[in-house]
Nanobody, 121 residues
């Protein structure tokens, strides 16, 4: 049974930082591209960042480029998202996903339950 479990969310002031983690089990983690998505209340789930199976290719939504960094540790079956210079508009539930390297929701096969990030102004 595949499980993706996010952690590290919380409440932070604007300009602050958080590091999200996603622990994977039940799949060959190093065989999958991984992604981070987020969903704010009343909005559709949107792409944040993605990373190839090796970690050699990464890409980001324009809204987070230069502030967020995606990384992975295949030895630990863990995906990370370092979020710096957080803004109130970054407030959302953040989800990790495993699948193909892409920015669309439909290219990912497995999803975590999400972790809440709230940025206060």
């Amino acid at each position: 049974q595949v499980q993706l479990v996010e952690s590290g969310g919380g409440l932070v002031q604007a300009g602050g930082s958080l590091r999200l983690s996603c622990a994977a089990s039940g799949l060959i983690f190093s065989s999958y591209a991984m992604g981070w998505f987020r969903q704010a209340p009343g909005k559709e789930r949107e792409f944040v960042a993605a990373i190839s199976w090796s970690g050699g290719i990464t890409y980001y939504a324009d809204s987070v480029k230069g502030r967020f960094t995606i990384s992975r540790d295949n030895a630990k079956n863990t995906l990370y998202l370092q979020m710096n210079s957080l803004k109130p508009e970054d407030t959302a539930v953040y989800y990790c996903a495993a699948g193909r390297l892409a920015s669309s929701v439909g290219h990912y096969d497995y999803w975590g339950q999400g972790t809440q990030v709230t940025v206060s102004s």
